[in-house]
């Protein structure tokens, strides 16, 4: 799907959202499973840059308007406090439920409940 469809899209959902009244109750997520160099390869091509993915969150109740995180000059690694996916689990269990009402299943995967627990949410967006 073209980046500016993907814009479009999103930006219909949100204001959707907001003149129905609901940006406290929705969270939309819109990720990707990589970054990529900017730079073109030898085929033309970009190849993958697996410490860094744009991932951009809108509503539930959290604090938007914001940039959180930065990398270097060439965009390729970190400069800032690295986020990984458990940050964004937590983050969306934090927003589903009461986390430190919630009663955890003895046998839930060790991962989950470890990252449930741990409540290692994105700070700034609260």
Do not use: W
């Amino acid at each position: 799907m073209a980046s500016s469809t993907v814009d479009h899209a999103v930006a219909a959902f949100i204001e959707d959202v907001k003149q129905r009244g609901l940006s406290d109750k929705i969270l939309l997520i819109v990720t990707g499973e990589m970054g990529r160099t900017p730079k073109l390869n030898k085929n033309g091509g970009r190849d993958h840059y697996g410490n860094l993915t744009p991932l951009i969150l809108a509503g539930g109740g959290l604090k938007m308007g914001q940039v959180i995180g930065k990398s270097d000059a060439t965009g390729s690694k970190p400069t800032t406090k690295v986020y990984k996916p458990a940050n964004l689990f937590s983050t969306v269990m934090n927003f589903l439920l009461d986390n430190g009402k919630l009663r955890l299943r003895p046998d839930l995967h060790r991962d989950i409940k470890a990252t449930i627990e741990n409540n290692s949410v994105i700070e700034d967006l609260f």
